[in-house]
């Protein structure tokens, strides 16, 4: 078990990570799983003083997660390289490779999906 885990909703993910800002927080990295047929996960750990802290989030499949990009820059290359390999989208993206990150094509399969019968992508 993950400590210092705090789950949040779709809705409350740029507020959450905007107070952890404020806080003095480090963006450390954003985690993508694919849960099951319907939904991912995604958790984002921050560190302060040598202490982590993570949010939690369930992303229904075929939705767009709002990106923290504007809150924290750095996550644009994160949530690019989420799109490129799990095919979900962020909306708000301060820069958006439009899943080419590592190409310069558009990926069309979704590599880190076993079940990608049941993904929808929206553009």
């Known amino acids: 078990m993950i400590e210092n885990m705090k789950e949040i909703t779709m809705e409350t993910i740029v507020g959450e990570v905007s107070k952890l800002k404020s806080d003095g927080q480090r963006l450390v990295t954003l985690s993508c799983t694919e849960l099951d047929a319907d939904n991912f996960d995604i958790i984002y750990t921050f560190d302060k003083e040598l202490v982590l802290t993570h949010l939690r989030v369930t992303i229904p499949k075929g939705t767009n997660c709002p990106s923290i990009s504007g809150v924290y820059f750095t996550a644009l290359l994160v949530e690019n390289e989420i799109q490129d390999q799990f095919g979900l989208l962020f909306d708000g993206l301060i820069l958006d490779f439009g899943r080419t990150l590592y190409l310069d094509e ?13 993904m929808t992508v929206k553009k």
């Open 106 to 118: 558009e990926i069309t399969i979704i590599p880190l999906c076993n079940n990608t019968k049941a």
